[in-house]
């Protein structure tokens, strides 16, 4: 009965993804969330993963470049990818045509080697068939199909809804805050064993999908900026080579794509003047680190 | 741990199953101390604070059944052991009830106590006062303290029963043999996978049409009469298929271990009367009610008026071990009502009318009686406040006033999976769940049936039109079952029962 269960599993489960897949939103519910921001009409529009999101306060960027509030909005979400941010240009062409788009990306965005739920690219897996999807994931990451099939219908209805729901960030024009920082030891040790690197392999359809989904960007935005934000300075890339090899790939396979496709591409390594106690975790800068870490990426834009 | 986790399904029952099967090799004993450790474990995976209270209870109740070996002290330690156990259960569920009751009362303010229920504390409570009652009445002294735990920490039962009775589980425990085959594990298996299909898919989805018009209706709002009767009825389904169904799923459970629990429910929405409803409904707690409430008080041996007044505050009583809260009391005293009148009816058409013919528009028209009535003193159990169950009735029948009626926002939600249909399509589609599962109820034979399940020394149930085989077609058919409720459990809904 046991081995009836599963095969009846299986065959309910490709049902269930081919109805996904037929589904499927490319704007996620914690994207369609803030699109409410974009009423304001920005020049400049932060988007990306949770390293821009938590990072980068759009209120302040707006003052440095001397406009006034709502001129920069922060719609980045956590493990957001560049398809998504590229179907909301496209179904919001007209106000995107005018503004300049800095878009932070991270390797897990790239690397096919790995498959957690948490930080698989759900646009992606949309671009599969249900075969591939399940020879892929199965056995052991299942969480990422059934994640997927959730965010799918979610998706789907928000995008039915019409809702612009009031979120929270909204008055911070899109800016969340990491108040607290990890203890210690709860820090990886070393970066080239970081899950963002396990199984390095960027030569899949996570790296063709989202490379391409940037370079479909030019031409939709006055200016695209793809950033490669840093890791928290405990971090020496002399002294980890598997980390350092990992990086240069992942960096190299976007500036390739700059250059061919015409975006900019800011690749950040230290920023001046954060230190250790100005970082959340291993990625992300706690409330002390975004006025710098804001400074400086302006600094480095130039809009 | 809810059996309806992947962490129950996947790591602990496939772990438990394989080292009771190692140790059943080694002898009986060792598989009962298997099932023992893998209980408190269970149990410590929720809170481990709480197991240390789940062993002291023990530890307490099955010392105090040694000392009740001497004659002399049984009453008084007996009595003792009761009132203890009533203390501690008084002391999480109702400390704050009590408070609240006083305050509103005397108008003195009282603190609010800071009490986590834990998990199936009137279930064990209960089982255990009533083995130091039948100690009293000169049951058998429990000397086996592995035997003693299991049979109040067997974790298929432990968090929200059935209520097991000390003399039909121990003596399971210490057989130098157990009944386990293949069949037996292949019909526990299939009784579970019904449990499973019960709650996950029919009971969860349900859920839908019941949470948000409640929530709507206790804070003040008001509902139209098609909104509340999906509801009402909505609910009164789920709450028989979530409890019923983890009912099934305990059985099944302790059947692959080749323990048999005894039967929860039988088919209680097609009982023609509510006396014969509380002989299908919680078939355990209706047996302790009566074995350690209602006999005590005087059962029906001291008079008419005696008899009605002891129905009452049994009820009120079983109203009041379901919840804290005047809701559950008022749905006691509603039942308590009913089996009154029930009783009175009996007795006005006397003996003979029973013995007539049955008739199909009388037997119909008596269903549609009892169920009605189940079905009004259900408001008082959901709602959480009692403005919120007269809101509802108001609204079924057509009274209804408040500070604005329910809107939907139209989703369905088909396995947690959310589709946008509008809240017309979602008022019929919530009508159609509703006939169908009231269809299953009504008409299907219930599990006990369905599997010839038979409880411990009591012959196998009944045949039934529709019976289960060990063979491929049943197989194929658990086996949808359960690969289709593994996709429901990805929402998180606690059993209802678990509250209690």
Not at chain 1, 72 to 98: H, K, Q, T, W
Not at chain 2, 93 to 110: E, H, Q, R, V
Not at chain 2, 443 to 449: D, G, I, K, T
Request: contains cysteine; hydrophobic residues 50%.
């Amino acid at each position: 009965m046991l081995a009836l269960t599963a095969a009846a599993w299986l065959v309910a489960l490709a049902v269930l993804l081919a109805v996904a897949n037929r589904v499927h939103d490319d704007v996620p519910v914690l994207l369609s969330e803030k699109l409410s921001l974009l009423a304001s009409q920005p020049e400049l529009i932060f988007g990306g993963d949770s390293r821009m999101l938590y990072q980068v306060d759009p209120r302040l960027a707006a003052q440095l470049i001397g406009k006034p509030a709502g001129s920069s909005v922060n719609i980045a979400y956590d493990a957001g990818e560049p398809l998504a941010l590229l179907a909301v240009m496209r179904r919001e062409g007209e106000l995107f045509r005018n503004a300049q788009v800095v878009v932070s990306v991270s390797p897990f965005l790239f690397n096919d080697g790995i498959r957690q739920a948490v930080f698989n690219p759900q646009d992606v897996v949309a671009r599969l068939g249900v075969f591939e999807q399940m020879t892929t994931y199965l056995p052991l990451r299942v969480s990422t199909l059934i994640r997927f099939i959730r965010e799918a219908f979610s998706a789907r209805l928000e995008s039915e809804l019409h809702t612009a729901r009031p979120v929270q960030s909204l008055a911070a024009a899109g800016l969340f805050f990491l108040d607290n920082s990890q203890p210690e030891d709860r820090l990886p040790a070393a970066l080239g064993s970081h899950p963002h690197y396990a199984n390095w392999n960027i030569g899949g359809p996570k790296a063709r999908f989202e490379i391409g989904a940037l370079c479909d960007m030019v031409k939709l935005a006055r200016k695209v900026t793809v950033v490669v934000p840093p890791w928290a300075p405990r971090y020496d890339r002399a002294q980890d080579a598997s980390w350092r090899e990992k990086d240069e790939q992942y960096v190299a396979l976007v500036s390739d794509a700059g250059r061919r496709c015409g975006f900019d591409v800011l690749n950040i390594t230290s920023v001046p003047g954060v230190t250790q106690s100005n970082y959340a975790d291993e990625m992300h800068v706690n409330t002390s680190g975004i006025p710098i870490y804001t400074r400086y990426l302006m600094s480095r834009l130039n809009p | 741990m809810l059996f309806s986790s992947y962490t129950f399904l996947f790591q602990f029952l496939p772990a438990v199953a394989l080292a009771f099967a190692a140790a059943r090799r080694h002898s009986p004993r060792a598989g009962i101390l298997v099932l023992a450790a893998a209980s408190l474990f269970f149990y410590g995976a929720w809170r481990p604070v709480y197991l240390l209270l789940l062993l002291a209870s023990i530890a307490a109740n099955f010392s105090l059944g040694l000392l009740m070996e001497d004659p002399l002290r049984r009453r008084t330690v007996g009595a003792l052991g009761v009132a203890l156990n009533l203390a501690l259960l008084c002391y999480f569920k109702y400390t704050n009830f009590i408070f609240d009751s006083i305050s509103a009362l005397t108008g003195a303010p009282l603190p609010f106590v800071n009490v986590v229920l834990p998990l199936g504390i009137s279930f064990f409570t209960f089982q255990q006062i009533a083995y130091l009652v039948d100690v009293m009445r000169g049951a058998k002294v429990e000397r086996d303290i592995v035997a003693y735990t299991l049979f109040v920490s067997f974790f298929p039962h432990l968090i929200a029963g059935p209520l097991v009775h000390h003399a039909e589980m121990i003596p399971q425990f210490k057989r130098g043999r157990t009944s386990r085959s293949a069949a037996l594990a292949a019909r526990g298996l299939a009784i579970f996978a019904a449990g499973l299909f019960k709650k996950v898919v029919i009971a969860n989805n349900l859920a839908q049409f019941v949470s948000p018009v409640f929530e709507h209706l206790d804070a003040g709002g008001a509902a139209t009469p098609s909104w509340a009767w999906l509801s009402m009825l909505s609910y009164t389904l789920q709450i028989y298929f979530d409890f019923s169904g983890y009912s099934d799923m305990a059985v099944g459970l302790a059947l692959m271990f080749g323990i048999r629990l005894p039967v929860n429910f039988r088919s209680p929405y097609q009982a023609t009367s509510i006396i014969d409803f509380w002989r299908r409904w919680h078939i355990t707690l209706s047996r302790f009610l009566r074995d350690y409430l209602y006999i005590p008080l005087g059962g029906n041996r001291l008079g008419e008026q005696r008899r009605y007044l002891n129905l009452m505050l049994t009820m009120l009583l079983g109203g009041l071990w379901h919840g804290a809260g005047w809701n559950f009391l008022i749905w006691g005293g509603l039942h308590g009502l009913y089996l009154s009148v029930n009783h009175l009816w009996q007795k006005w058409r006397g003996v003979a009318a029973k013995a007539s013919p049955s008739n199909h528009l009388a037997s119909a028209a008596a269903w549609a009686v009892t169920f009605g009535a189940v079905v009004i003193a259900w408001a008082f159990f959901r709602a959480k406040t009692l403005a919120g169950a007269w809101a509802m009735l108001s609204a079924m029948f057509g009274f209804g006033g408040g500070s604005s009626a329910y809107a939907s926002p139209g989703i369905l939600r088909v396995m947690d999976l959310p589709i946008l249909v509008g809240e017309q399509h979602l008022l019929v589609i919530g009508v159609c769940v509703v006939v169908l599962s009231l269809a299953i109820a009504l008409s299907l034979p219930n599990v006990a049936q369905l599997y010839g399940y038979r409880e411990y020394r009591r012959p196998p149930e009944p045949s039934s039109w529709l019976r289960w085989r060990p063979n491929f077609a049943w197989a194929l058919l658990s086996a949808l079952a359960i690969a289709v409720s593994l996709f429901g459990m990805w929402q998180r809904l606690e059993f209802l029962y678990f509250q209690f």
